[in-house]
């Protein structure tokens, strides 16, 4: 794996979530068995509109524009849950936005795990009493101030069906709403009593198949919450044509792809999805994007014992990388075994690649 690490700008990091934060499915918590439900959700949300669209609001509820500066610092400053708790507002105007169908936005935690680093994966229920789970990841850094990442979920179960994925095996629902992504990091904060400063698209679902859904929360996050572009990644398997379409939008956030082999035949073995995104193609827009948008592209690896571990997968890859170009960043991620899995995380020999020099 040195050979991979030379080529990288910097140096392979492991990400891992602690085996402790799965839901045990005999008390009805997983996340695979999340309650169906029949009534749609509501699409009047004050969580995900900006400033503006707020001071709008407020104006056509015959209320003076500065109301809408106090909704947006209600909502996103004060983290306010219910429009009766706008005490700053006139209790007309809070009437007229309940009876109007007016709502925040924001969800009541099912249920909590922590395990023993402090990381914390919540469950989340929606209007439609479906279950999402977000993720918060405390880490100090060497000045002591704490890092926080909120890991956001942007579907209800995921359509690609990856083999070693939980959430693939559990099937599809819905995309999720750009308020219902939003509030995932407003839950963390909450949770923690504090800011979060990271946010990555990594958790159920396929970010690229709700694109818009993502961008409209990618700005909020940005805009609203105030999160820097370079502190938010959009992480993705690979959906034809989406990595173009991201570029085009020129943000300064890190694009994650989830590589996981370095030849397409291992790669469709790992990812069905991958028959109709050939590896080439895929490496293509890589390049493409980060000469549109000067952004580094991560890959992320899921280490999975004796399938794409062994040292030759990993001169593959170097090879991969060289030949598509310089300056990409990879992510070793051990496998956590899950139940009705055949893959096993690799051997302490693997998960140590990243440490030759």
Same mark, same amino acid.
């Given at each position: 794996?040195?050979?991979? !690490? ?15 934060? $799965? ?20 699409? !009047? ?12 609001? =407020?104006?056509? @509820? ?9 909704? +947006? ?10 429009? *009766?708790?706008?005490? !700053? ?30 990381? &914390? ?5 929606? *209007? ?56 995932? $990091? ?30 409209? =929360? #990618? ?6 919450? !105030? ?9 993705? &398997? ?18 994650? &792809? ?8 291992? /790669? ?30 991560? @890959?992320?690896? =899921?280490?999975?014992?004796? $399938? ?5 997968? =990993? $001169? ?5 990388? +060289? ?6 960043? &990879? ?10 899995? *055949?893959?096993?995380?690799? #051997? /302490? ?5 990243? #440490?030759?020099?």
């Amino acid at each position: 794996m040195a050979v991979i !690490q030379h080529m990288c700008s910097a140096p392979l990091s492991r990400v891992m979530l602690p085996r402790s934060l $799965v839901f045990s499915s005999s008390r009805g918590l997983s996340i695979l068995s999340a309650a169906r439900a029949s009534h749609a959700v509501s699409q !009047q949300v004050l969580l995900g509109m900006s400033e503006h669209e707020l001071q709008q609001l =407020a104006l056509e @509820f015959g209320q003076q524009s500065y109301r809408g500066k106090q909704l +947006h610092h209600l909502i996103y400053k004060r983290k306010v849950k219910e429009i *009766e708790d706008f005490s !700053q507002l006139p209790q007309a105007f809070r009437n007229d936005l309940q009876e109007a169908g007016w709502k925040i936005g924001r969800s009541p935690i099912y249920h909590t795990v922590t395990a023993a680093d402090g990381t &914390v994966k919540l469950l989340i229920k929606l *209007e439609d009493n479906r279950l999402i789970e977000t993720v918060g990841i405390p880490v100090e850094d060497d000045k002591g101030l704490m890092r926080l990442t909120a890991c956001v979920s942007s579907q209800v179960g995921c359509p690609l069906r990856c083999s070693f994925c939980a959430t693939g095996k559990g099937g599809f629902s819905r995309n999720l709403k750009r308020h219902e992504i939003i509030e995932q $990091v407003l839950a963390i904060e909450e949770l923690f009593k504090n800011r979060v400063t990271n946010v990555v698209f990594m958790g159920m679902g396929e970010p690229m198949l709700n694109l818009d859904s993502v961008l409209e =929360a #990618h700005r909020c996050l940005n805009k609203d919450v !105030q999160i820097g572009q370079r502190m938010i990644t959009i992480s993705t &398997v690979g959906v034809p044509n989406t990595i173009r379409k991201l570029a085009s939008y020129k943000l300064q956030s890190t694009l994650a &792809v989830s590589l996981h082999a370095p030849n397409q035949k291992l /790669r469709e073995a790992i990812v069905p999805s991958a028959k109709s995104y050939p590896l080439d193609a895929i490496m293509k827009d890589c390049r493409d994007y980060f000469l549109d948008t000067s952004r580094r592209v991560s @890959f992320e690896y =899921a280490l999975l014992a004796g $399938v794409n571990d062994k040292t030759e997968h =990993a $001169v593959e890859l170097a090879q991969l990388l +060289h030949e598509w170009g310089r300056g990409y960043h &990879v992510n070793l991620i051990p496998f956590n075994p899950i139940e009705g899995s *055949e893959y096993q995380r690799p #051997h /302490r020999k693997a998960l140590l690649w990243n #440490h030759v020099k």
